[in-house]
């Protein structure tokens, strides 16, 4: 305590104001986790400022290699940073390196006639430097973690007032140096228990969907082990024999649409999905879509309709069918019976996107369904979650539960998105958004763009 009133008798009143104040703008800065290479320059910028002439460096020491590299260096010439950064650490090696490495400070007066700067003199030289003064940075277990360099254009020895300027920040260095390393830690900690717990999430999915995947393919293959054991039956007549490979076919191809859902899905997952996008005419493949499902459509007595004129989009032609197939499949599916499903489009300046909207009239997505329409076999309380369960009011349609999860990866694979938007008791719309391609439909593909 007697030595710290001693230095203090060093400083004005003026250096003690300013020093406090220029201390506390450091210590804002650290407390707001601010980089560490602009704490360490408010650092320097400030003592620089309290001791004119004098140019200040912090160097950190890479203790694995035992070398020094700048941590900051706002006022010295880039030349001279770059010849030392890396320089390595030892006794006689610079004031920094043997300070760094001795754990005390060097005074080298006048670097010409210092036998450590022997090796840094044409760096030195060229960046008008005579004197250097070197002092360790404590870490945390003692050691240095770097080395603050005061340097003088003239031979220089530290005065009383200098070392205790130099001694409170270093100090302050100190302290900024084990905060940014707390806060790498801090980080680094935190990353990897999100990275622990996305593991944990994604690998709780794999199991569900495989479990899911082995109850929904339970009842199909029971069903084809059935009916070809019944097939093995020698007397069994023409017509009954062929119900039952009828029957096989059937829950043989139910199988192989579920495989196909699900590979399809792991593969969008993985990134590899092979898509193959081009300009497509929407109202095509609308018609399409209507004409594959207008069967099921005319069962429900659905009334389709569309207000597509050329509108074109990128997508690959078969994947945009298949969701196109789903949406209106299941508003076809859940709409009113004699009531109607529209598909509409909207242009949505400036994105670029064009919005096509599945519309029905039907009594909306189940609000407990609706944070989980998008994952694989989420269904409806109602909806059992046994194999090739029937839509309640679905016309004898089988009900998977991939459609919508496939429909959503389909949509952002293809660089869209597919999205709910609105459900209520009056009816649901989709909404699938596109990249549009610019420019009216110019028959034959790929169209010519420019539409000014
Ligand atoms: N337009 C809609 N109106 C009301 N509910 C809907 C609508 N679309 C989807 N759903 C609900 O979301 C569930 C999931 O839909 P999704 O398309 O993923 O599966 P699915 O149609 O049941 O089976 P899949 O499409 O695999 O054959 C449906 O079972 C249904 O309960
Ligand atoms: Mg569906």
Not at 332 to 354: N, T
Request: charged letters at 20%.
């Amino acid at each position: 305590m007697t030595a710290h009133v001693e230095h203090e008798a060093a400083l004005s009143a003026a250096d003690v104001q300013e020093m406090l104040d220029r201390q506390t703008r450091v210590l804002e800065l650290i407390a707001r986790s601010a980089p560490l290479p602009e704490v360490l320059t408010e650092i320097l910028v400030s003592l620089e400022q309290l001791m004119p002439g004098a140019r200040c460096s912090v160097l950190l020491l890479d203790r694995e290699r035992g070398t020094l590299h700048h941590g900051s260096a706002p006022s010295l010439p880039a030349t001279y940073v770059a010849a030392i950064d890396g320089m390595s650490i030892g006794d006689g090696a610079g004031s920094c390196g043997t300070a760094a490495a001795t754990n005390a400070a060097v005074v080298a007066a006048d670097v010409r006639t210092d036998p450590r700067w022997v090796d840094f003199l044409d760096a030195a030289d060229g960046a008008g430097l005579r004197a250097c003064w070197s002092t360790p940075i404590d870490g945390p277990d003692g050691l240095p973690v770097g080395t603050f360099a005061v340097y003088h254009p003239q031979p220089h020895r530290p005065t009383p007032r200098e070392q205790l300027l130099v001694d409170r920040f270093t100090h302050l260095t100190s302290v900024a140096i084990d905060q940014a390393a707390a806060e790498l830690d801090r980080r680094a900690r935190l990353e990897a228990e999100t990275a622990r717990r996305t593991a944990e999430e994604h690998s709780r999915a794999k199991s569900e969907l495989l479990a899911a995947v082995g109850h929904e393919a339970r009842t199909p293959i029971q069903a084809i082990v059935g009916f070809a054991e019944l097939l093995g039956t020698m007397d069994l007549d023409d017509t009954r024999r062929r119900e039952a490979l009828l029957h096989i076919d059937a829950a043989a191809g139910h199988v192989m649409d579920l495989l196909t859902d699900v590979l399809d899905l792991s593969r969008i997952e993985a990134n590899a999905l092979p898509l193959h996008p081009e300009a497509v005419r929407l109202s095509e493949v609308v018609l399409e879509v209507f004409g594959l499902l207008s069967g099921r459509a005319d069962q429900r007595r659905v009334e389709l309709t569309h207000d597509l004129v050329d509108d074109q989009v990128y997508a690959d032609r078969r994947r945009l069918r298949q969701v196109l197939l789903n949406l209106v499949g299941n508003a076809i599916r859940h709409g009113q019976p004699d009531g109607q499903v529209s598909v509409e489009v909207a242009a949505d300046p400036p994105s670029s996107m064009l919005t096509v909207t599945v519309t029905d009239d039907g009594p909306g997505i189940p609000p407990d369904l609706l944070p989980r329409l998008f994952t694989p076999f989420a269904l409806a309380d109602t909806g059992s979650p046994d194999a090739g369960s029937a839509a309640p009011d679905g016309g004898g349609e089988e009900s998977i539960g991939l459609g919508l999860a496939l429909a959503h990866g389909l949509a952002g694979a293809m660089g869209g998105e597919l999205s709910v938007g609105s459900s209520s008791a009056a009816g649901t719309t989709m909404r699938l958004r596109l990249a549009q391609v610019p420019g009216p439909a110019a028959p034959p593909d790929p169209p010519a763009g420019g539409r000014p």
